[in-house]
């Protein structure tokens, strides 16, 4: 087939009749357009997935619209690469990913500023872990009371699991004073990770919530109450026992929802023998299907006798450990109640954990699951005589996990009402007694809330 000349065909009648026996020259221009038009459909966004048939224009992963044909085909491998020179050019937005990455890093920043404060005089209560798994695992002084299997009977200050003793006996052998810096630095990362198990729970939960920019100011705001919360009682008390205790109860709850009932179980038993009082989260074994419910309480309850069997078999006065008392301080909630009594009265412990059971299995009843960590904390802090810092974490984390799973609309609400209750009010506030009406009415507040707020539309059972 001949070419046509660089400067067209030759002027006059002919040459609108015939190109070398293509047709005329408007034809020629019209199939060449036809064949090497540029392409129509733009896909300068990551291609989702494949609509139904007919639905073009349907939203991709970012919220940008793709494109497809008029029968709703989807655009071949070729065509999701290829950019219209006539469309403007777009920058790419961030993904949900980006997101995720950029939010961690703020919260690490924020949790390392914290850090650096509350550790100038951190390590308040580190001394009794050191001194609880010496004598666990070394033995006490000649002429001392014994150590070993008769460490709670003999040492009733030390209300501390013995899963937490063991942990204590590894994060005491790094560095000077008893490890205290490096076990400070260890439990302020596991802040992080309680944080990082949180939003899998929602995620998992409440799928939808992935695409929801509430989530995102939720896990912001909220997530950077609780880590002030988390690094006063990680950097500036220094409670491993209660970093466990919150830290196994979170994975029980994401093992229970991700249908591994002995992990649940497992991680529910090792929160009482981080802590004892963590007894007031074993509601949340009423919360899965019979068909399971069984296996986590068999897994829970072996796991809780195994760590704490042989200590009651050494010496039975290990149960009197319940009888050891402290102040019972003016801004207490204990207090406000109108308990005067100068300690800890003697039916007080056992009434935490009766009512913190109580409530949680309430809630499971009412389907308001999520709500057991923040009613068991609840009844802690209503009931405690004591005032002290590090009590705020597990409200905080309780209210983290209802205002992600027990609201309709995801806000970080009591997240910050606790903080501001808590940790705020008594830096402002010098009245010991508002302060104490201040912490039982926050108590109160939220029981009511989460047990008589519409009931969220999905459960465990739901996952399961």
């Known amino acids: 087939m001949g070419r046509v000349p660089p400067d067209g065909p030759a002027a006059g009648p002919g040459a609108a009749t015939a190109l070398n026996g ?17 392409p129509t459909r733009s896909f300068t966004l990551p291609y989702n997935d494949d609509p139904p048939p007919g639905m073009a224009g349907r939203r991709g992963a970012y919220g940008d619209t793709l494109s497809y044909g008029a029968d709703g085909a989807p655009p071949t491998r070729v065509e999701r690469t290829l950019i219209d020179p006539d469309r403007p050019h777009e920058a790419p937005r961030p993904g949900p990913r980006s ?16 850090f650096l404060i509350f550790n100038v005089h951190g390590g308040y209560s580190w001394h009794y872990f050191v001194q609880g798994s010496t004598l666990l695992f070394d033995g006490a002084d000649p002429g001392s009371a014994a150590g070993g299997l008769h460490v709670y009977s003999n040492y009733p200050q030390l209300q501390i ?7 204590a006996q590894i994060l005491r052998q790094v560095g000077p004073s008893g490890g205290r810096l490096f076990a400070e630095l260890v439990m302020t990362v596991l802040g992080l990770v309680v944080l990082h198990v949180v939003e899998r729970i929602a995620l998992t939960v409440r799928p939808a919530l992935a695409a929801d920019a509430r989530l995102e100011r939720t896990l912001l705001f909220g997530g950077g109450a609780f880590m002030i919360g988390w690094v006063d009682l ?4 220094g409670h491993l026992d209660d970093v466990l205790a ?39 074994i009423l919360a899965v299907p019979s068909r399971v419910r069984r296996h986590a309480a068999l897994w829970t309850a072996a796991t809780v ?9 050494a010496d039975p006065h290990t149960l009197t450990v319940t009888q050891f008392t402290i102040t019972n301080e003016p801004s207490s909630a204990l207090r406000a109640l109108g ?8 039916w007080d412990r056992v009434a935490q954990i009766a009512l913190g059971c109580a409530l949680g299995a309430l809630a499971v009843y009412r389907r308001r699951w999520p709500a057991v960590i923040l009613l068991g904390v609840g009844a802690r802090i209503a009931l405690d005589p004591g005032v002290y810092g590090y009590y705020t974490a597990g409200v905080l984390l309780g209210a983290l996990l209802w205002d992600l799973l027990g609201l309709r609309r995801t806000a970080p609400i009591w997240t910050i009402a606790s903080g501001a209750a808590l940790a705020v009010a008594p830096v402002l506030i010098s009245d010991a ?7 039982l009415w926050l108590v109160l507040g939220f029981t009511l809330a989460l047990l008589l707020a519409p009931s969220p539309r999905y459960s465990i059972r739901d996952r399961l």
């Open 22 to 38: 293509i047709g005329t020259e408007e034809e020629w221009n019209r199939q060449m357009a036809q064949m090497y038009s540029p």
């Open 99 to 114: 997101h995720r990455r950029r939010r961690f890093g703020m919260l690490g920043a924020w949790t390392f500023a914290w």
């Open 161 to 167: 699991g013995p899963f937490t003793f063991a942990v």
């Open 234 to 237: 990680a950097a500036a008390y």
């Open 246 to 284: 919150l830290l196994c109860v979170t994975l029980s709850v994401w093992a229970l929802i991700s249908d591994l009932p002995a992990i649940a179980g497992i991680c529910l038993g090792l929160s009482v023998d981080a802590k004892p009082w963590a007894l007031v989260f074993l509601p949340l």
């Open 305 to 313: 006798l195994v760590a704490w069997l042989p200590f009651v078999i």
């Open 339 to 346: 308990v005067t009594s100068p300690s800890t009265p003697s």
């Open 433 to 439: 007694g508002l302060l104490g009406h201040l912490r």
